[in-house]
């Protein structure tokens, strides 16, 4: 069984904004579902790891698309 995986495209924006847009869609999902956030925010590869810490989200992977960060979440509880 294929997981789906909601989309948020925070590119253009810079801090806090693809944070503050994370948490917004974050909560609008059930726990356990996954979210992938693609930004070009640079301070964004330092500030999801920090807001999914201390949030209580999983995150699951970041990586590198020419100048984007691409992180993936697991909503937590």
């Given at each position: 069984?294929?997981?789906?995986?909601?989309?948020?495209?925070?590119?253009?924006?810079?801090?806090?904004l693809p944070v503050?847009?994370?948490?917004?869609?974050?909560?609008?999902l059930a726990p356990?579902?996954?979210l992938r956030v693609r930004t070009t925010d640079p301070a964004?590869?330092?500030d999801l790891p920090v807001f999914?810490?201390?949030a209580g989200?999983?995150?699951v992977s970041v990586a590198r698309?020419?100048?984007a960060v691409i992180c993936l979440i697991r909503r937590g509880a």
């Open positions: 069984m294929d997981e789906r995986i909601e989309e948020l495209d925070a590119e253009g924006l810079l801090c806090p503050l847009k994370t948490r917004k869609r974050l909560a609008a356990g579902a996954l964004a590869e330092i999914c810490a201390q989200h999983d995150l698309d020419g100048g």
